[in-house]
């Protein structure tokens, strides 16, 4: 395929339908967990299962420790494609899978040696099945390699816009990790045994992405070129991604951390509770920025600023106009949420919290795209070096804010951070003028802007309000948004994009 086919089929539908994949490939596994896991605990007993998720755990996130090298993969991958530099794309393949192999082994070993400590004396674990954990703590360190090189193999994919190949092997492998799980706990196997089912399902997993990358770029299999020259750019553009990976969590969570220490773990729940709803809604803007990593690295690497500029408007208001009608919703209607879910003491305790933390969401989505943005563009370090100075500030903040006002402070310390990381980030795109901020400010997203804060005004009010009265207002709401959004908001070619994948007839 070349170049001009590459960068030209980079279109607004593209994109979109790259998202909606991405975005059934996040949603599957997680309906199948909600499926499979009661049967897994069925088979497998309480304790086992516990210790199996942490083996999940460790499997998965074990791609956090790649120093950014996946992510770097398909940076480097995209620059070459949109400068047509195929020849050049093996050296990058071959160059960041073997130091992400080396990484693997050098953690592997760490994991092995520390496998007794922690399973031995930092985890309380039965002793009828203390040796069968120690057994799958050990051959998890033997997957690390495995797990670490995927990513690159997977970057090369995403560089060249098929997310179709990579959620058609993710998905099966996310929902097969359950599946095989069942399995072998149908048959009896011990935790070791459910462990070495899974890595040869990685082992697989791995040749299948091999034999997609050499089909997209024959040269692949062809050149073996390991470039020591390459390692400072592959290692100072993956560093900061690192150190983003790191800090962001920090900064998300430290909040619970704070209200157990500062108040205590008996009214964590009441914090806790609307956030494991409100997160969810993260799959949302994650579909967008996984999609347009790649697609901002390649228009970076053909100076094409016109198109980042306007694919960067379009998904900030493609993702507020995905989320809005949700978080007006389940903020509005909070406390009969909860009080259906949860019960009434969490409707009265919960209900401000659930509202402060959905905005909050709402907020944090729209912050993560000048941080694709930025990466996209080459430039990582100045996202890392924001998180960094804002999580130094942030901790005494919420600190106070806890003590002062409870968990309802915890919130307020979680939103006011949103809203600060949306002030410093744009100012930034736009004062480095990455983004036009006269072109990306303008009618459209005005008329959002208004939405959003004329929303927050009724949220204010709706405990006052009887249910009929908020039912009414909710749907007059949305079906006033729903008709600006269509007719004012939205571009001739997103309706018809939209219209192509709901099945609609052009009005």
């Given at each position: 395929m070349q170049v001009n086919q590459i960068s030209n089929s980079l279109t607004g539908k593209l994109i979109l339908k790259n998202t909606v994949i991405n975005f059934i490939g996040q949603v599957l596994p997680i309906l199948a967990a909600i499926i499979g896991v009661p049967v897994l605990i069925k088979f497998l007993g309480v304790e086992r299962f516990g210790i199996l998720s942490l083996l999940w755990m460790v499997m998965w996130y074990s791609t956090m420790l790649d120093l950014g090298l996946g992510r770097a993969t398909t940076k480097f991958v995209s620059e070459e494609i949109a400068k047509s530099n195929f020849e050049k794309i093996p050296k990058i393949f071959w160059t960041s899978a073997l130091v992400q192999f080396g990484i693997g082994v050098l953690i592997g070993m760490v994991f092995f040696a520390l496998t007794p400590i922690v399973v031995?004396?930092?985890?309380?674990?039965?002793p009828s099945i203390l040796e069968e954990t120690k057994l799958a703590f050990y051959l998890i360190s033997f997957s690390a390699p495995i797990i670490l090189v995927s990513t690159s193999f997977q970057g090369v994919l995403e560089a060249y816009q098929r997310f179709d190949l990579v959620n058609a092997v993710i998905v099966p492998v996310k929902i097969g990790v359950l599946i095989l799980s069942i399995v072998g706990a149908l048959l009896n196997l011990k935790l070791y045994g459910i462990i070495f089912l899974l890595i040869l399902m990685r082992v697989f997993m791995i040749l299948v992405l091999f034999f997609l990358d050499v089909k997209i770029n024959p040269e692949i299999r062809k050149v073996f070129n390991f470039d020591f020259n390459l390692l400072p750019s592959l290692f100072s553009f993956g560093g900061w991604v690192t150190v983003v990976n790191i800090v962001n969590p920090v900064l998300i969570y430290s909040d619970r951390f704070l209200i157990g220490a500062i108040l205590s773990t008996s009214v964590l729940a009441y914090y806790t509770a609307p956030f494991e709803v409100v997160q969810r809604l993260w799959v949302i803007p994650a579909s967008f920025t996984m999609t347009l990593f790649p697609a901002f690295s390649l228009l970076s690497g053909g100076n094409q600023d016109e198109r980042i500029s306007n694919l960067f408007s379009r998904a900030v208001k493609l993702t507020f106009i995905a989320l809005f009608p949700i978080v007006f919703v389940i903020s509005f209607f909070s406390s009969e949420i909860l009080?259906?879910?949860?019960?009434?003491e969490f409707a009265l305790k919960s209900s401000n919290i659930f509202k402060i933390l959905a905005y909050g969401i709402l907020l944090n989505s729209i912050a993560g795209f000048p941080m694709i943005l930025f990466q996209g563009i080459g430039k990582p370090d100045v996202i890392a070096k924001v998180y960094i100075a804002e999580l130094v500030l942030y901790i005494p903040l919420l600190s106070l804010f806890i003590y002062?006002?409870?968990i309802v402070?915890?919130?307020?310390?979680?939103?006011?951070?949103?809203v600060i990381d949306i002030v410093i980030l744009f100012g930034l795109i736009f004062g480095k003028k990455t983004i036009r901020m006269k072109e990306f400010i303008n009618a459209e997203m005005l008329e959002l802007g208004l939405f959003f804060l004329l929303s927050i005004l009724i949220v204010m009010y709706a405990d006052s309000l009887s249910l009929i009265f908020k039912f009414i207002s909710a749907v007059s709401l949305l079906c006033v948004f729903m008709y600006v959004v269509w007719f004012r908001v939205l571009s001739g070619e997103e309706r018809n994009a939209v219209k192509v994948f709901v099945k609609i007839k052009k009005f």
């Amino acid at each position: 395929m070349q170049v001009n086919q590459i960068s030209n089929s980079l279109t607004g539908k593209l994109i979109l339908k790259n998202t909606v994949i991405n975005f059934i490939g996040q949603v599957l596994p997680i309906l199948a967990a909600i499926i499979g896991v009661p049967v897994l605990i069925k088979f497998l007993g309480v304790e086992r299962f516990g210790i199996l998720s942490l083996l999940w755990m460790v499997m998965w996130y074990s791609t956090m420790l790649d120093l950014g090298l996946g992510r770097a993969t398909t940076k480097f991958v995209s620059e070459e494609i949109a400068k047509s530099n195929f020849e050049k794309i093996p050296k990058i393949f071959w160059t960041s899978a073997l130091v992400q192999f080396g990484i693997g082994v050098l953690i592997g070993m760490v994991f092995f040696a520390l496998t007794p400590i922690v399973v031995e004396k930092f985890l309380k674990i039965s002793p009828s099945i203390l040796e069968e954990t120690k057994l799958a703590f050990y051959l998890i360190s033997f997957s690390a390699p495995i797990i670490l090189v995927s990513t690159s193999f997977q970057g090369v994919l995403e560089a060249y816009q098929r997310f179709d190949l990579v959620n058609a092997v993710i998905v099966p492998v996310k929902i097969g990790v359950l599946i095989l799980s069942i399995v072998g706990a149908l048959l009896n196997l011990k935790l070791y045994g459910i462990i070495f089912l899974l890595i040869l399902m990685r082992v697989f997993m791995i040749l299948v992405l091999f034999f997609l990358d050499v089909k997209i770029n024959p040269e692949i299999r062809k050149v073996f070129n390991f470039d020591f020259n390459l390692l400072p750019s592959l290692f100072s553009f993956g560093g900061w991604v690192t150190v983003v990976n790191i800090v962001n969590p920090v900064l998300i969570y430290s909040d619970r951390f704070l209200i157990g220490a500062i108040l205590s773990t008996s009214v964590l729940a009441y914090y806790t509770a609307p956030f494991e709803v409100v997160q969810r809604l993260w799959v949302i803007p994650a579909s967008f920025t996984m999609t347009l990593f790649p697609a901002f690295s390649l228009l970076s690497g053909g100076n094409q600023d016109e198109r980042i500029s306007n694919l960067f408007s379009r998904a900030v208001k493609l993702t507020f106009i995905a989320l809005f009608p949700i978080v007006f919703v389940i903020s509005f209607f909070s406390s009969e949420i909860l009080n259906l879910w949860l019960g009434h003491e969490f409707a009265l305790k919960s209900s401000n919290i659930f509202k402060i933390l959905a905005y909050g969401i709402l907020l944090n989505s729209i912050a993560g795209f000048p941080m694709i943005l930025f990466q996209g563009i080459g430039k990582p370090d100045v996202i890392a070096k924001v998180y960094i100075a804002e999580l130094v500030l942030y901790i005494p903040l919420l600190s106070l804010f806890i003590y002062k006002f409870g968990i309802v402070g915890a919130g307020l310390g979680w939103i006011i951070r949103q809203v600060i990381d949306i002030v410093i980030l744009f100012g930034l795109i736009f004062g480095k003028k990455t983004i036009r901020m006269k072109e990306f400010i303008n009618a459209e997203m005005l008329e959002l802007g208004l939405f959003f804060l004329l929303s927050i005004l009724i949220v204010m009010y709706a405990d006052s309000l009887s249910l009929i009265f908020k039912f009414i207002s909710a749907v007059s709401l949305l079906c006033v948004f729903m008709y600006v959004v269509w007719f004012r908001v939205l571009s001739g070619e997103e309706r018809n994009a939209v219209k192509v994948f709901v099945k609609i007839k052009k009005f």
